[in-house]
């Protein structure tokens, strides 16, 4: 029932991605299988959620959320960054252990479509552009356990990181190689076990 319209502003965007889907798909029963992914949607959206996100998406095996300045405030690319951290560990990221479920995940952020888009009564609320484009590329190119952030969200959230890789990626689509700052979240903060 909403019209389509809206307008280009500064947003950050996550996309988080389970690794092997293909695979646990195989290996599971159908109904296990969704459960499964269930639980990944719900452990992503209360998560994100909390950080002030607007869910965009649920697609397959994956999520997109957008971080947008009148939900979050000033600090949205920070909230967005934070978010990808917090949802790994509610997967089970810390220390040795392994998680109960495999993400790889991305951050990118920059001016951005944000609105309905759609017509003949299918019109889906989303955010669309080069940003999104390759926050959504950034991600498919994590491996499980990796939050890639674009340098201009890890220059605006971390001052300084030792341990944070440099990358440079050749990114479907993209004329120019594209540097991203590689973290590998790991904390002793408890996660909640539970067997598939």
């Known amino acids: 029932m909403l019209p389509p319209g809206g307008a280009e502003i500064d ?7 389970v690794r092997g889907s ?3 798909g195989e290996r599971l029963g159908p109904a296990e299988y969704a459960s499964l992914l269930n639980r990944f949607y719900k452990a992503a959206t209360e998560t994100l959620i909390r950080h002030d996100a607007v869910i965009d998406k649920l697609i397959g095996d994956e999520v997109m959320a957008l971080f947008i300045p009148g939900f979050c405030g000033p600090n949205y690319i920070r ?8 949802l790994f560990h509610a997967l089970g990221y810390r220390n040795a252990e392994t998680p109960w479920m495999p993400i790889g995940a991305a951050v990118n952020s920059g001016k951005s479509y944000v609105g309905n888009v759609g017509s003949e009564g299918v019109v ?5 552009g080069d940003p999104v484009n390759t926050a959504s590329r950034l991600a ?3 491996g499980a356990g990796e939050l890639l952030l674009s340098e201009e969200v890890f220059e605006t959230v ?10 440079t990626l050749n990114l479907r689509g993209k004329e120019s190689p594209f540097p991203v700052r590689v973290l590998k979240p790991t904390s002793a903060a408890p996660t909640t076990e539970v067997s598939v």
């Open 11 to 17: 947003i950050a965007i996550l996309f988080a991605d």
């Open 158 to 167: 971390f001052e300084k990181i030792p341990s944070a890789e440099t990358r």
């Open 79 to 86: 909230r967005a960054a934070e978010a990808g951290l917090a």
């Open 124 to 128: 889906d609320f989303t955010a669309l």
């Open 140 to 142: 498919s190119s994590a």
């Open 22 to 24: 293909t695979q646990l």
